[in-house]
């Protein structure tokens, strides 16, 4: 869920974060983490690389050989301007509207078929579980897509829920969908962790009050410098992110 802010976003919502997040501890430290939200594509799902290289996936399944630096072009544009590009510059027979549905069919069977659990996700999962922590996603992907991903790769049934910004009505730029999910839980946003590589995201659910954990992904977030300043909780995976929840919570019993 990675995208680029303009620097007067990130001015304006990162100021306080450090005194947000010694509070965040204090409270965190007497009474341990009750729920967690996590992100999925770059937190729980090594999904990054389809988004990052979509047009040339779908150029080389069609035996086309695009030209270097496509990935970086498309990466701004939105997929109904990306099919346009490619329609123009590989004088593709299909419409834009053709390029798309093959896109987004390309999409579909990735997630049904192909993507994969990051290392250690499934260890931390099952950690939480032990430790009685109720755990829900929250994700800007289709949940057709998340749905078959996760019961494929053994990570659904550790989960109580799956979230959408598609469904809630709200983009991560908005906590509604971390809020929802709290609400799901039973967990005030000062005893919840939310699980995010995108320093956008990130930032939302730690001015709404809630724990923050930024996630490394090599194709994520570009700004790694910021997201670690701003999480409460920085990891370079999700085993280090476990290793720190048990250290920290002492074991999280209450």
Not at 89 to 102: A, F, K, R, S, V
Not at 220 to 244: F, M, S, V
Request: with cysteine; glycine share 8%; aromatic share 10%.
């Amino acid at each position: 869920d990675v995208m680029r802010e303009n620097a007067f976003q990130k001015d304006t919502v990162q100021t306080d974060v450090v005194q947000e997040n010694m509070c965040k501890k204090d409270e965190a430290q007497k009474n341990g983490i009750r729920g967690a939200i996590f992100d999925l594509d770059g937190v729980l799902l090594d999904s990054m690389s389809v988004w990052n290289d979509l047009g040339v996936r779908y150029l080389k399944k069609r035996g086309i050989e695009p030209k270097d630096g496509l990935g970086q072009i498309l990466f701004s544009m939105s997929m109904e301007q990306g099919a346009d590009y490619l329609k123009e510059q590989y004088h593709l027979p299909d419409t834009p509207q053709e390029i798309l549905n093959g896109i987004e069919q390309m999409i579909q069977d990735f997630y049904f078929y192909e993507v994969q659990p990051k290392e250690g996700a499934k260890e931390l999962l099952q950690f939480l579980q032990k430790q009685n922590v109720k755990m829900i996603t929250a994700t800007s992907s289709p949940r057709e897509h998340v749905t078959k991903a996760l019961q494929r790769i053994g990570l659904f049934d550790y989960l109580e829920q799956i979230y959408t910004t598609g469904e809630v009505g709200e983009s991560k730029h908005s906590p509604k969908v971390y809020f929802t999910a709290a609400e799901a839980l039973g967990s005030e946003p000062s005893r919840t962790l939310v699980v995010e590589d995108s320093l956008y995201a990130l930032q939302t659910a730690g001015k709404a009050g809630f724990l923050t954990a930024g996630i490394y992904d090599a194709l994520g977030e570009p700004d790694q410098e910021q997201l670690k300043k701003d999480a409460y909780i920085y990891c370079r995976d999700l085993t280090e992110l476990q290793n720190h929840i048990f250290t920290e919570n002492g074991g999280n019993q209450r």
